[in-house]
């Protein structure tokens, strides 16, 4: 049987958990109760139903994505070692251990906005974008050939 719980006082302080194979779930950020536990009863419905999908089972990462990509893949010989190459030198260095819903490409504070970590009154961060105050510099790899 699902239920929510409120947790704190922001604008979306309900939480539901509910019942599914192997134990229990839970999934937060719902206006009000009712919204929870609709939610909440609608996910045990369809873990009854049988048509319920583990949203934690595809959690690969991304470097086990990649693996699983280039096994798919029919190039070149040429253009696989370029594509190792930039794998290796831009993408696993930062993305590797993580999980494909892990990180993603933009920080999103509460509110929805992008949230910068470097300076909090950033212009671009207001705008919902991303500037390069944003990302960490050992972050940003630099490209070959370039001083």
Do not use: H
């Not at 693996?67 to 260095?93: C, H, M």
């Not at 494909?100 to 933009?106: F, N, V, Y």
Request: charged residues 30%; aromatic residues 8%; proline residues 7%.
């Amino acid at each position: 049987m699902a239920y929510a719980e409120k947790r704190g006082k922001g604008p979306r302080p309900w939480r539901v958990k509910y019942k599914v194979p192997g134990g229990e779930a839970s999934e937060s950020g719902f206006e009000t109760k009712q919204a929870a536990l609709v939610w909440g009863r609608d996910q045990e419905a369809k873990v009854r139903a049988g048509t319920w999908n583990d949203p934690a089972a595809g959690e690969i990462t991304v470097s086990e994505w990649i693996e699983r990509w280039k096994a798919t893949q029919d190039v070149g010989l040429s253009t696989t070692e370029n594509r190792e190459y930039l794998i290796g030198r831009f993408i696993r260095p930062y993305w590797g251990v993580y999980g494909s819903s892990t990180r993603s490409l933009a920080r999103r504070s509460p509110s929805g906005r992008t949230a910068c970590p470097r300076q909090p009154g950033c212009r671009a961060a207001r705008r919902g974008m991303r500037a390069a105050c944003c990302i960490p510099s050992s972050a940003t790899p630099r490209l070959p050939g370039r001083r």
